[in-house]
């Protein structure tokens, strides 16, 4: 049975932490018009399922969505181990100024109906970019969450 946005992006929002466990806990979660951002401290910097019904896809994908110089600090940093994240999580994964000021590491996938069988597949694709960019996060220049 096809879910609303919300309810099937709260879905996905679950099914993640629960893949997580404990490591789920450093995190926290926003559900906002059609996306869902998992964060630590800080909002600007996230983990986001957005559900783009207008090109008829589904961006997953990290945002930098803090001041420009630091954004762009942290894509700078990214950028050198691009070769490292795409052989973990596929060479559709991009890395890319978004707007003036924000840059995002991301990849879409196309939006089908909202079953359950899409919000474990969205979910698990969400987890598998968490745990191959926190370490990077953690020890690349300039991208440490903030």
């Known amino acids: 049975m096809e879910k609303r946005a919300h ?31 998992f964060y630590r401290e800080d909002p600007r910097i996230h983990y986001e ?28 940093a990214l950028s050198g181990r691009m070769a490292e994240i795409q052989t973990q999580l596929g060479p559709s994964m991009e890395l890319e100024e978004w ?8 990849q879409t996938v196309p939006l089908g109906p909202l079953v359950e069988e899409a919000a474990q597949e969205v979910s698990a694709q969400l987890v598998q970019l968490i745990r191959v960019m926190e370490p990077i996060l953690a020890t690349g220049h300039n991208t440490s969450p903030a």
């Open 49 to 76: 399922v957005w559900l783009q019904r207008k090109t008829g896809r589904i961006e997953i994908g990290l945002h930098f969505e803090g001041e420009r110089e630091d954004n762009y600090g942290r894509a700078e």
């Open 7 to 37: 309810e099937f992006l709260a879905r996905v929002r679950d099914l993640a932490y629960d893949q997580l466990g404990s490591e789920g806990a450093a995190f926290q979660s926003r559900i906002r018009f059609s996306f869902v951002q």
């Open 99 to 106: 707007t003036r000021s924000w840059t995002r590491l991301h």
